[in-house]
RNA sequence: GGCCCGUUGGUCAAGCGGUUAAGACGGCGGCCUCUCACGCCGCAAACAGGAGUUCGAUUCUCCUACGGGUCACCA
């Protein structure tokens, strides 16, 4: 069997969706679960939608996520040139060899004859197609409006009557009529070739033989067959993958300002939960198993576990994926991580940031919410005294007070302020007041964070706070509740 | 509208003629507990509808409904 080379082929024309990825990751498994080549590719054929810093993006999120291509632009390869605006006079060379073949033909219609012909066919419900003006032009009428000049694109013969069937790896049989395809453009009076006739040459050239792309190409790909079998090539597996959706009626898209993958990275999701979490949207490893690493979704990839339709990103699950990440950190890996949010919520020196990162760890689904988790720690917010009344710790300002009066002397007797000694300190208190430890802890909590929920309990937090900061907070609450 | 494709709980999904129709997220309840979270235990929740084929359909066929894609000198 032959080596497998699958290829991802964007468009620099933006950021990297999250659809573009997970097309991107599936090529890139498929080769890489049979020892095969992954190739980049880009399609840039297109003059007027080129972005600038697009084709960077690419080359980021590729190495970024781990999905190198083993060849491409900036490292070459045995097929290059990888931009197809590169590879500008291969085409031209092809479209002629068709003509030649009577499966494609010169065209001079004009842009107005199009449009009316558009309008026309729009006005008496026609489906619009080519209506196949100039598809039997003579060889004499060929060459003297090419001699005189005259602007041209060629066009794809589709064959009169029949069926075109193919296989899809994951749709099974397709079949279409031919007469329901048009005589699209194959190459441009600009030079350049269209998608359609670009992405058939370079695949073949480029030994590509497994297609991963989008559904959106399922309907014309009896067309790039039609062609392949022009040519007399060997037709590709085509993978035909289902969108990535917002909701059961959008496709997940920028223009909708949904998150792309970019965006999901500086939200304070890991870039490994967001490949995990794409792999398993719209496919199935089949097992119980759900948290991967690349080499292990390489082993575990298969086509058959690609579904056939739409499915909905959801971003619920993203989080528990990424806070299932989290969680798998060493505590300096994730310390590392969590430090620049850290820094935002924390400005005091006094806090030790490993050990609230050591108290967040299990408590943090997203990065970006760290500094919210923690502010309270630099500065006591203002707060309400109805936080002291907890039905289920059984406070209310009353008893809150009296505990905060009682825990005070406490306090400010332990002289080695460590977990032990807070701890033994407090507890000793608890049983000689004779009251549940929630009566009070929770008082203390609360005089010491402010909020209603805090990373860890009143003594973890009055050990972060240290000694002076503690007492001062404390009495801070006593003032209120008085 | 023509053509192509799809439809299992709210979401991701397993299932490939016979199952009490998995599992996960989310939701709800409980346990644990110095709050919350983690962890653990449990509950609710689905085969779009209708005809066939078959001893037997979530699984096969057809129709309907709904949804998606595509009909460019865009990819």
């Given at each position: 069997?032959?080596?497998?080379?699958?290829?991802?082929?964007p468009?620099?024309?933006?950021?990297?969706?999250?659809?573009?990825?997970r097309t991107?990751?599936?090529?890139?498994?498929l080769?890489?679960?049979?020892?095969?080549?992954?190739?980049?590719?880009?399609e840039?054929?297109d003059?007027?939608?080129?972005?600038?810093?697009?084709?960077?993006?690419?080359?980021?999120?590729?190495?970024?996520?781990?999905?190198?291509?083993?060849?491409?632009?900036?490292?070459?390869?045995?097929?290059?040139?990888?931009?197809?605006?590169?590879?500008?006079?291969i085409y031209?060379k092809y479209?002629?060899?068709?003509?030649e073949?009577?499966?494609?033909y010169?065209?001079?219609?004009?842009k107005?004859?199009?449009?009316?012909?558009?309008?026309?066919?729009?006005?008496?419900?026609?489906?619009?197609?080519?209506?196949?003006?100039c598809?039997?032009?003579?060889r004499?009428e060929?060459?003297?409006?090419?001699r005189?000049?005259?602007?041209?694109?060629?066009?794809?013969k589709i064959?009169?009557?029949?069926?075109?069937?193919f296989e899809?790896a994951?749709f099974?049989t397709?079949?279409?009529p031919?007469?329901?395809?048009?005589?699209?453009?194959?190459?441009?009076?600009d030079?350049?070739?269209?998608?359609n006739?670009?992405n058939?040459?370079?695949?073949?050239?480029?030994?590509i033989?497994?297609?991963?792309r989008?559904?959106e190409?399922?309907?014309?790909?009896?067309?790039?067959?039609?062609?392949?079998?022009a040519?007399?090539?060997?037709?590709?597996?085509y993978?035909h993958?289902?969108?990535?959706?917002?909701?059961?009626?959008?496709?997940l898209s920028?223009?909708?300002?949904?998150a792309?993958?970019?965006d999901?990275?500086?939200?304070?999701?890991?870039?490994?939960?967001?490949?995990n979490?794409i792999a398993?949207?719209?496919?199935?490893?089949g097992?119980e198993?759900?948290?991967?690493t690349?080499?292990?979704?390489?082993?575990?990839?298969?086509?058959?576990?690609?579904?056939?339709?739409?499915?909905?990103?959801?971003?619920?699950k993203?989080?528990w994926l990424?806070?299932e990440?989290?969680?798998?950190?060493?505590p300096?890996a994730?310390?590392?991580m969590?430090?620049?949010?850290l820094?935002?919520?924390?400005?005091?020196?006094?806090?030790?940031?490993?050990?609230?990162?050591?108290l967040?760890?299990?408590?943090?689904?997203?990065?970006?919410?760290?500094?919210?988790?923690v502010?309270?720690?630099?500065?006591?917010?203002?707060?309400?005294?109805?936080?002291?009344?907890?039905?289920?710790m059984?406070?209310?300002?009353?008893?809150?007070l009296?505990?905060?009066?009682?825990?005070?002397p406490?306090?400010e007797?332990?002289?080695?302020?460590?977990q032990?000694s807070?701890?033994?300190?407090?507890?000793?208190?608890?049983?000689?007041?004779?009251?549940?430890?929630?009566?009070?802890l929770?008082?203390l909590?609360?005089?010491l964070?402010?909020?209603?929920?805090?990373?860890?309990?009143?003594?973890?937090?009055?050990?972060?706070?240290?000694?002076?900061?503690?007492?001062?907070?404390?009495?801070?609450g006593?003032?209120l509740?008085?």
């Amino acid at each position: 069997m032959r080596t497998i080379r699958t290829r991802f082929a964007p468009s620099p024309t933006g950021y990297m969706h999250v659809g573009n990825l997970r097309t991107a990751l599936y090529a890139y498994l498929l080769a890489k679960k049979n020892n095969g080549t992954f190739i980049l590719r880009i399609e840039d054929t297109d003059q007027e939608r080129q972005v600038e810093g697009a084709v960077d993006i690419i080359y980021r999120t590729l190495a970024e996520t781990g999905l190198v291509h083993d060849e491409g632009p900036d490292i070459g390869g045995p097929c290059g040139p990888y931009i197809q605006s590169q590879r500008k006079d291969i085409y031209k060379k092809y479209a002629l060899e068709l003509v030649e073949k009577g499966a494609a033909y010169y065209c001079f219609c004009d842009k107005e004859r199009l449009d009316e012909l558009r309008l026309v066919q729009e006005a008496s419900k026609m489906p619009s197609k080519y209506d196949g003006h100039c598809r039997n032009l003579s060889r004499e009428e060929v060459e003297q409006k090419l001699r005189d000049g005259v602007p041209y694109v060629i066009r794809q013969k589709i064959p009169e009557g029949g069926v075109t069937v193919f296989e899809d790896a994951v749709f099974g049989t397709v079949s279409t009529p031919n007469d329901s395809l048009d005589d699209n453009i194959l190459l441009k009076s600009d030079g350049l070739p269209t998608y359609n006739f670009a992405n058939v040459v370079d695949d073949h050239l480029m030994g590509i033989t497994h297609v991963v792309r989008g559904t959106e190409y399922l309907s014309s790909t009896p067309k790039y067959n039609l062609l392949y079998e022009a040519f007399g090539w060997e037709i590709p597996v085509y993978v035909h993958c289902p969108p990535v959706m917002k909701d059961a009626h959008t496709k997940l898209s920028k223009r909708n300002g949904d998150a792309s993958y970019e965006d999901l990275v500086a939200a304070g999701y890991l870039k490994e939960a967001v490949l995990n979490y794409i792999a398993l949207l719209g496919w199935s490893p089949g097992g119980e198993q759900e948290v991967f690493t690349l080499p292990e979704l390489v082993q575990a990839f298969d086509i058959s576990g690609i579904s056939k339709s739409p499915s909905i990103f959801d971003t619920n699950k993203l989080r528990w994926l990424n806070g299932e990440y989290i969680r798998r950190l060493s505590p300096e890996a994730f310390y590392d991580m969590a430090r620049p949010w850290l820094d935002q919520g924390i400005h005091s020196d006094s806090i030790d940031k490993r050990a609230v990162a050591a108290l967040l760890q299990p408590r943090c689904e997203l990065l970006s919410e760290i500094p919210e988790q923690v502010d309270f720690l630099d500065k006591l917010p203002e707060y309400d005294t109805a936080l002291y009344c907890h039905k289920k710790m059984k406070t209310d300002c009353e008893n809150s007070l009296a505990s905060l009066q009682a825990i005070l002397p406490v306090l400010e007797s332990v002289d080695d302020w460590t977990q032990e000694s807070l701890h033994d300190a407090l507890f000793t208190l608890i049983e000689k007041m004779g009251v549940k430890n929630g009566v009070v802890l929770w008082p203390l909590r609360v005089a010491l964070s402010g909020k209603a929920f805090t990373p860890g309990g009143g003594i973890e937090l009055a050990l972060l706070l240290g000694k002076e900061q503690s007492l001062e907070r404390v009495r801070h609450g006593i003032a209120l509740l008085s």
